[in-house]
Nanobody, 121 residues
């Protein structure tokens, strides 16, 4: 399974960006969680938002009310709409899919390549 992320860029504080991450190779089990993480220079990678195949979502406190995660299950794509961007949102953003399935109901993780988001005036 390969994931492809896109949509990063340079934006001014207060601006908006929309990230996309699609499964471009292979297929995933129907029971899964699609998520966005980010990693700023010198910091650990952190969860930004996640959306399950059952329809639940969760967000990091730092992005609640500003970011919205959504998914298109028909296209195996997850989106992250980011508004009210702040300089501290600057990071490389990564998408991840965690799936459960197969004969032994195994758990697997797949990561996309990162996409840079820079918030600066």
């Amino acid at each position: 399974v390969q994931l492809q992320a896109s949509g990063g860029g340079l934006v001014q504080p207060g601006g908006s960006l929309r990230l996309s991450c699609a499964v471009v190779s292979g297929s995933i089990f129907s029971t899964n969680v699609m998520a966005w993480y980010r990693q700023a220079p010198g910091k650990q990678r952190e969860l930004v938002a996640a959306a399950s195949s059952e329809g639940t979502t969760n967000y990091a406190d730092s992005v609640k009310g500003r970011f919205t995660i959504s998914r298109d299950n028909d296209k195996d794509t997850v989106y992250l709409q980011m508004t009210g961007l702040k300089p501290e949102d600057t990071a490389v953003y990564y998408c991840k899919v965690r799936e459960w399935g197969g004969a032994y109901y195994s758990e697997r993780d797949y990561w996309g390549q990162g996409t840079q988001v820079t918030v600066s005036s």
